[in-house]
């Protein structure tokens, strides 16, 4: 726990990446100093106010306690201020509020989970949330995981900071398409019993990283059931970190499938051009609409009777996301550990460079999103 510092206490200099916590009263320190604990953040404690100049410009995030407010009007409007109140009934709060110039009023332990995360989030220095991107088949070896991990090696070749995740629990296991299924790190029976928050900067220090894009599968061994909760920590935690997350998920959605489809931004659905394919498809796309809204067909092209892409895409009615030709030599690439989307001038990957450079912002030229 944080030791309290005073307004001449020389250790207490620039303060970039340290929750600022202003308060007097003990009840109210203990427990912010208990939820950024929790947060994995080192708060700077003050029992005096006002604060110097330099600690309330620079902390990321400033907890002000009720009883010292009003000692702290006169500084300088900033972001990140949180006001702390002591009494449920005393409404002259809100205008000490305007007076400080804080974005929230919080009551603990009412406003509890959500100062946690906005402490966590702080220190992890959260940005955009990453664009969540589901792939799923029409039917029965439709081909999704193929696509899934192309889109992933694409993007992370690409310099976007890229997360695979593997939610089929009947797949195989995605780390064997990337030729990593020795490679060390977690796999989803670990992860499995995960709740609440987890830390997006130790997700991706623990999970393998396999062709420069971190991967969440699953092992050899009995599958578990991911409770829907594990799967809303785990995404959440994912997505924190910006970038791409590209989830495979199986046709038949159980609940955890169905918190993944939640927590995307759009589906990619992908369909043989064949008659059969098309009605199957056509079942999976409304189980999926329930969660999602925007869901695109992939039509693997040619079919057996040459069934346009477009005329496959209407009759589902969705956007068609393209068609994606068929390319030689991916079962001996998977046979020996050659991630799908290898090849640079393959159909596949040309395929999802040109998705991607659809639906994704441009890489920065300086300090790229290369893990």
């Known amino acids: 726990m944080s030791t309290p510092i005073t307004d001449h206490d020389p250790a207490a200099g620039p303060t970039p990446d340290r929750p600022l916590i202003i308060t007097q009263d003990e009840a109210l320190a203990e427990q912010l100093l208990r939820l950024c604990a929790a947060a994995g953040?080192?708060?700077?404690?003050?029992?005096?106010?006002?604060p110097p100049r330099q600690l309330w410009d620079d902390a990321p995030l400033v907890l002000v306690?009720?009883?010292?407010?009003?000692?702290?009007?006169?500084?300088?409007?900033?972001?990140?201020?949180?006001?702390?109140?002591?009494?449920?009934?005393d409404s002259e709060i809100w205008v000490r509020a305007v007076q400080l110039g804080a974005e929230h009023v919080l009551f603990l332990p009412d406003a509890e989970s959500w100062l946690l995360d906005r402490i966590a989030d702080t220190v992890e220095g959260v940005g955009p949330p990453a664009l969540t991107v589901a792939v799923l088949g029409g039917r029965g070896g439709a081909g999704a995981s193929t696509l899934a991990c192309a889109l992933a090696v694409t993007a992370a070749r690409a310099g976007h900071?890229?997360?695979?995740?593997?939610?089929?629990?009947?797949?195989?296991?995605?780390?064997?398409?990337?030729?990593g299924e020795a490679a060390s790190g977690l796999r989803w029976p670990d992860?499995?019993?995960?709740?609440?928050?987890?830390?997006?900067?130790?997700?991706?220090?623990?999970?393998?990283v396999l062709h420069r894009l971190v991967t969440l599968s699953w092992d050899r061994g009995e599958a578990p059931a991911v409770p829907p909760e594990a799967m809303r920590s785990v995404l959440a935690a994912a997505r924190r970190q910006g970038g791409l997350v590209v989830i495979d998920l199986p046709r038949?959605?159980?609940?955890?499938?169905?918190?993944?489809?939640?927590?995307?931004?759009?589906?990619?659905?992908?369909?043989?051009?064949?008659?059969r394919a098309t009605a199957a498809a056509g079942r999976v796309a409304a189980a999926v609409r329930m969660r999602l809204t925007d869901v695109r067909a992939v039509v693997r092209a040619p079919g057996p009777a040459g069934l346009a892409g477009a005329e496959i895409a209407r009759g589902l009615r969705?956007?068609?996301?393209?068609?994606?030709?068929q390319e030689p030599g991916l079962l001996v690439d998977a046979e020996r550990g050659t991630p799908p989307g290898s090849r640079e001038r393959g159909p596949l990957a040309r395929f999802c460079g040109t998705f991607l450079d659809e639906v994704m912002p441009p890489v920065p030229a300086v300090g790229g999103g290369v893990l």
């Not at 038949?252 to 051009?273: I, K, R, T």
């Not at 969705?318 to 030709?325: F, N, S």
């Open 161 to 179: 900071r890229t997360t695979l995740v593997d939610a089929d629990p009947l797949g195989g296991g995605l780390d064997i398409l990337l030729g």
């Open 65 to 89: 306690g009720d009883d010292l407010a009003e000692y702290c009007t006169g500084l300088p409007r900033r972001p990140g201020v949180l006001l702390l109140g002591l009494d449920l009934d």
């Open 191 to 208: 992860l499995a019993g995960s709740r609440g928050r987890v830390s997006g900067a130790e997700l991706v220090k623990a999970l393998p």
């Open 41 to 50: 953040a080192e708060p700077l404690l003050l029992c005096s106010a006002p």
């Open 252 to 275: 038949h959605l159980d609940p955890a499938a169905g918190q993944a489809l939640e927590q995307s931004d759009l589906a990619l659905l992908v369909v043989p051009a064949e008659l």
């Open 318 to 325: 969705m956007r068609l996301a393209g068609e994606l030709p």
